[in-house]
């Protein structure tokens, strides 16, 4: 508790001001949507792209907004404090949202995991969950977790391909005596290093094994998708028959995960323009 006040005591000034967009807000009625995902803000850090964050949550009014993690951005904050006004703006559009009777539901991530002691909680409106499930319009569970539990099992991954090269240099020998005792008795080459080789090659891509190992516990939960970020890759795709969705990140891809009110899922990329209206990029439908 104490940890978590010394993260969001600093916070509270600017989080019980007046907000300064109520009006603004009104103004716009764009087209609503059922809900919107996103992770990975890192609030708090001077990467967050907060105006174009702003400009995207005004543009998606939704029934349901899920808060993916990395929400905040404890470690940095610890390191140095960085807390500009639209950050500020951020905070206060999503506690407005909650006010206004949109349900924000907030899985926290491993950059703010100060959060997650209070799983189960509310603050402003805003319920914490550790991990959450969204049925989407036309019927599928989709199980909602920020991925970084992940990193373990793909750490494991890792240290696996690392036994596995130094495998491979004892097969490349292994393999030679292999090829002069077949050649002896008449039979083709055949690379054992070569097939070797490709296996380590699979386990070494992160994001691959990342996405599969997501996919695998949400089919193992009994779930038809999944909704993570954590790696700053936004994608939807089906893995063996789970649909995997990464929402991706409001540092580098400015991304976000929509359910439209049939149940369609879609990709969104914002894209800032000029003139002071912004659309979003429609990428996939699913
Ligand atoms: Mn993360």
């Known amino acids: 508790m104490r940890a978590a006040f010394d993260t969001f005591g600093p916070l509270l ?3 019980l001001a007046n907000p300064a967009h109520e009006e603004e807000d009104a103004a716009v009625s764009p087209r609503p949507l059922r809900t919107v995902f996103i992770s990975d803000l890192h609030l708090g850090t001077p990467g967050c792209q907060a105006l174009a964050l702003l400009e995207f949550l005004k543009a998606h009014p939704c029934d349901n907004l899920y808060l993916v993690g990395d929400i905040v951005d404890g470690w940095q904050l610890r390191r140095r404090w ?35 002691q209070f799983g189960g909680h509310q603050f402003g409106g805003i319920e914490v ?44 020998k292994l393999n030679r005596h292999l090829n002069s005792l077949r050649a ?42 999944v909704v993570c970020g954590h790696i700053h890759r936004a994608e939807m795709r089906d893995i063996d028959g789970v649909l995997y969705c990464n929402d991706g990140d409001w540092v580098e891809s400015r ?19 000029q003139h002071g209206t912004a659309q979003p990029q429609q990428l996939e439908t699913v």
């Open 82 to 116: 960085y807390w500009p006004q639209a950050h500020n703006d951020v905070v206060q559009k999503l506690l407005r949202s909650a006010r206004k009777g949109c349900r924000v539901v907030y899985v926290p991530g491993n950059h703010d995991e100060f959060a997650r």
């Open 13 to 15: 000034p600017g989080l």
């Open 184 to 225: 002896r008795m008449g039979l083709p080459y055949w690379s054992l290093s070569a097939y070797l080789k490709g296996k380590v090659k699979t386990a070494l891509n992160y994001v691959t094994d990342f996405e599969v190992a997501v996919a695998n516990e949400a089919r193992r939960r009994g779930h038809h998708g």
């Open 255 to 273: 991304s976000a995960l929509v359910e439209h009110f049939d149940g369609r899922l879609e990709l969104v990329y914002w894209q800032p323009v």
């Open 129 to 172: 969950e550790q991990e959450a499930v969204h049925v989407t319009a036309d019927g599928r569970s989709l199980w909602i977790i920020h991925g970084d539990h992940f990193d373990g099992v793909i750490q494991c991954a890792k240290w696996l391909a690392y036994l596995g090269d130094n495998l491979y240099e004892f097969t490349l």
